[in-house]
């Protein structure tokens, strides 16, 4: 009787012990399947307009909503008592740039495999973006964008440092670098100048409202130019004195004009008259749809200098070699330059008056997460997770 007494003692705290741990093991896969649950209601026209899982709901929303899937699971199973659920989705907020750079890098490898990039970027017949120029001027719409907090920096000092280093430009083109697949995704979901992406988007430029940050589109083209000037003027004047030929008609010209001491001065002059035309005529050739080479040759060259110092161009000049990059690639080039939480942010900001304008007026990026952490305790046991796409 004694040993049958221990036998039926240990089989109870078996039987005990085994139901425990099917409850613990119930519970643990309920709580994950609830949470992946909540998950799966991510905002579908964010996801399939710009590939970003984005969650939308405060800490309270959540956590009630996975009450409810939890309770429906146990509500008939007596040995379960649910003590606290809570869902917080604070430590995945969108406005943590990494979250949606590293969103961004799963999205584009996943484009790049598939080989869709040329598919889903959308093709433009038109020479020319044809779309209106736009101003964002609604207030409360502006401050509400998440890079409205972020630090602007000049664009013509981007510009200018490139031009200094201008033999780093060759790896902005190289497949791979987080800021190449960063440029891609801009090219793909974003319009610009000269390349309509989706013509239902709010700005008509918004590559370059990434690198200007204007409320404006002939503000950020404006921004462009000028920072197209400024790399392209440094190149130009340097081109200038590398070459015998144009160097001595500077100087020939400025002994003709300032004779004796003062004609260095005036060939400085000159040749910075010179290579400014020349940058001008450059923008205008970039958007017209030509290429203009980072560093230039006699046959790539397009101003004269009369023509130059005169002022009077008719017209844009056309090099006698068309060579380099084109309006599109030396936007990449800024863009892969750009201050990487910049570029994020305006994107997110890109998203946020999208959305605004074509799926719900209230839209606001702030209020959405790419993941949740799970708190719940069931039958005094805690279960604690993080979840994110």
Known sequence: ???????????????????????????????????????????????????????????????????????????????????????????????????????????????EAEGLFEKLRGQDDEESNSMPERTLRYGPAIVSLPSDAVPEKKLSVLAESIADNVSQVESVFSAGTEKFILNRYIMMHFNNRVHAVDKEHFFKNEAEYILGGKMSDRKNEKRMEIALKALRFPLNLAHIYSDAEKYEATMAMAQVLTPGAGAAATQAALASTWAYAEADN?????????????????????????????????????????????????????????DRNIKASRILDLIQINCRKNINRDFSIQEYAAGISVDAEINGKRYSYEKHY
Do not use: C
Request: aromatic share 10%; no cysteine; charged share 30%.
């Open 282 to 338: 450059d923008v205008e050739l970039l958007w017209q749809g030509s290429k203009v080479p980072m560093i230039k040759d006699k046959d790539t060259w397009a101003m004269d200098i009369d023509s130059a110092v005169e002022g009077v161009f008719g017209g844009t000049a056309k090099p006698a070699e068309e060579k380099g990059y084109d309006y599109e690639e030396y936007l990449q080039i800024l863009l892969f330059f750009q």
């Open 1 to 111: 009787m004694v040993i049958l007494a221990a036998l039926i003692s240990i089989v109870f705290s078996l039987i005990h012990g085994v139901r425990e741990e099917s409850v613990s093991s119930r519970a643990d896969a309920v709580i994950n399947l609830a949470g992946d649950s909540i998950l799966s209601e991510f905002d579908y026209d964010v996801q399939k307009e710009y590939g970003l899982f984005l969650l939308h709901g405060t800490d309270d929303e959540l956590s009630e909503k996975l009450r409810s899937y939890v309770d429906y699971v146990f509500e008939e199973m007596e040995e379960v008592k649910v003590e606290n659920v809570k869902v917080s989705a604070t430590g995945f907020s969108v406005i943590n740039n990494e979250i949606v750079i590293d969103q961004i890098k799963e999205h584009m490898k996943l484009i």
